[in-house]
């Protein structure tokens, strides 16, 4: 048996989340479910997922640990996608026995808004407010962790109709992109001010909301020590991301 790290890719609906949960389906359950089908005893399997993602959010490249008795990587990718319903498996690298893939290096989230209302340099104004250290304690649900993280950045990027706003941090705390995204939402269309923000990050009892979840993907976990080798030449991940944004845009844009 080897253990090895797949970057996976999923949209979010339809599934209550990723983590495992008794009578629902679950981006966990069907990766068990997949590597079952092609062998694997779900006893040896022992899963871990670099990162959780609730239930609506969608991923372009978690990662999944797993152990397999295959021992080519791409006849590996190439199996899981054969018999996968919905989830897409992306890239793959061996790791050792005790890798976590909880402490990677970085992780990359984006979030999608419509750009119609939207003060674009109010809303670039916030983003920056959000940068550096800060307690995030009126920005996220706490669950028994230490509230203060580093956001690396924070970016909005004018595509078309949309803005893609871009988060990178180590960590992340339970729903801090969307209550940040539902307060630089906020402030860009004249709801809130950006004193208002300043307040919540100072530990005010300010709320903003929290944005839908649907419109949240996580991009990329990333590791400095791995390097991933992508599945077959006839799989074109280029044109299948591509897909994977277009469905994200066109279900965000028709549930408006």
Known sequence: MRRVAVKIGYLGDGFAGSQIQPGHRTVEGDVISDLTKIGSDE??????????????????GNAAVFNTAFDDDILL??????VSERVFYRSITEVGDNFNPRHADERIYSYILPKDGMNIPLAEQCAALFEGEHDF???????????????????ITEKDDILVIEFRAKIFLWNVIRRTVSAISSVGRGSASLDDVRRALNGEPVSFGIARPDALTLIDVHYDSLKFKT?????????????????LRRSFFDSL
């Open 43 to 60: 006893k040896e399997i022992e899963l871990k997922f670099a990162s959780r993602t609730d239930r609506g959010v969608n991923a372009l």
């Open 77 to 82: 990718l190439k199996a899981l996608n054969a």
């Open 231 to 247: 599945g077959p030449p006839e799989r074109d991940l280029r044109a299948e991301e591509e897909l994977f944004r277009t469905l």
């Open 137 to 155: 304690i009126r920005f996220c649900r706490p669950d028994g962790r230490p509230t203060v993280m580093n956001m690396r950045s924070v970016r």
